[in-house]
């Protein structure tokens, strides 16, 4: 899989933010809105700051990102898509084994067998 090229953060307050990142990494933003802020870094990785407000569907508290993938054709997306989807494919295989396996315990208090009775406890039940 590629590395990945743009990373979006969803911020309560995109100047705020702006003058916050632009100390911490020693650069002014490359451009500049109300809403949305970006910075290029001379690895070719950008850093976008997006104002909460906007972003459809909503972000979640604490807030929420996005992490965007550069590639050279329709075979290139073509294969990172069947890469994420096996990924998925496989978190969900697992999600599935552990309620499956949640589903059976009960079984287990069911199907116990109950202990042993020494062989004296059945001798005095039939005095």
Avoid: C
């Avoid at 979640?60 to 075979?75: D, K, Q, S, W, Y």
Wanted: charged fraction near 20%; charge should be negative.
């Amino acid at each position: 899989m590629s590395d990945f090229n743009f990373v979006l953060l969803y911020v309560e307050n995109p100047a705020r933010s702006e003058a916050f990142y632009a100390d911490a990494l020693g650069r002014p933003a490359a451009e500049s809105s109300p809403t949305f802020v970006i910075f290029a870094m001379e690895s070719g990785v950008r850093l976008g700051l997006w104002g909460r407000e906007g972003v459809k569907p909503a972000a979640g508290a604490p807030g929420g990102g996005e992490l965007a993938f550069a590639v050279r054709g329709r075979a290139a997306l073509d294969a990172v898509v069947t890469t994420q989807a096996q990924i998925i494919a496989y978190i969900d295989d697992y999600k599935l084994l552990m309620i499956a396996t949640l589903a059976v315990m009960p079984l287990l208090i069911i199907f116990t067998k109950p202990p042993r009775a020494v062989a004296g406890d059945h001798m005095q039940a039939m005095e």
